[in-house]
């Protein structure tokens, strides 16, 4: 019997959602506007690919751009501690804004925290 994974409860609209929320608070975010492209279209469509098979929906991701290797893609962007905070603030906001119960929250958003830490590769500015 298969079970069903996070990504069957939460769906695929919610999911989109949840993207287009958050990537609206990054490309207004001052610590965040620096690194990202003007237009999040592109990326927001790579989100939605990655974070369906990151909570165990089909491997969308993959199937178009290889391997993850999320910590090597982020190399050529400065990610310090900070933007990593703004990048998690941005995703906290916008799981508020589409309601996520609670159920999921807490797991998914620990689970990226941790992606979030690994992703860091640049110190803070010292001031
Ligand atoms: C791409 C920043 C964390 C998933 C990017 C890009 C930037 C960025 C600047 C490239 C945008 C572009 O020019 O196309 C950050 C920062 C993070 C962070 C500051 C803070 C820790 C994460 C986490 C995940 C993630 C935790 C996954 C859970 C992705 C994906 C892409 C991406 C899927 C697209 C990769 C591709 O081009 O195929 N991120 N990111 N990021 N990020 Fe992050």
Redesign the pocket.
Known sequence: EKHATPYDAIGAEKLAVLVDEFYSRVGKHPD?IP???KDLT??AR??K???TQ?LGGPAL?TEE?GH?M?RA??LP?E?TPR??K???SCMSEAMDEVGLEERFREHFFSR?AL??KH??NTPDDPQ
């Open positions: 965040l690194i990202f492209p592109e990326v790579k989100q690919q990655f974070l990151y991701y751009h993850p999320m893609r982020h962007h990610v933007r990593a703004a990048w998690l990226l992606t979030a992703m860091v």
